[in-house]
């Protein structure tokens, strides 16, 4: 159900998804945690979610922000970067689905074989 699943879903769940982002503009990881940490307990003490922030509210916590970061953060692009096997990529889902889709279709077979 993908309302009931677009529902569920925080924008601060992608945490670690800012973290990343930063890693990948050069930032060390341990620096970037420490970022998104303080750029968290901001958004709760405001009482907005990351996802209202503004590029320059970003950019208040490192200047590597950029104008991509809204993109990045985004629940649909978070999961399609997971593309590795059992990840939430849509092609490693398709892929997994796939798999599923040969493994019932194998016992079946051997079931209607019995």
């Known amino acids: 159900d993908r309302e ?51 590029v320059s509210e970003f950019q208040r916590f490192s200047d590597r922000f950029g104008p991509d970061v809204v993109d990045y953060l985004s629940v649909e692009n978070s999961l399609s970067r997971r593309n590795v096997y059992g990840g939430t990529g849509k092609a490693s889902v398709e892929q997994q689905l ?16 019995s």
Do not use: C, N
Request: hydrophobic residues 50%; without cysteine; negative net charge.
């Open 4 to 54: 009931k699943l677009a529902a569920a879903v925080d924008v601060e769940m992608l945490a670690t998804d800012l973290a990343d982002y930063l890693v990948l503009k050069g930032v060390p990881f341990r620096e970037a945690h420490g970022i998104v940490a303080s750029m968290v307990k901001e958004a709760e003490k405001q009482g907005i979610g990351l996802g209202q922030w503004s």
């Open 98 to 113: 796939k798999r599923a889709r040969e493994i019932l279709t194998a016992a079946e077979e051997k079931e209607a074989g």
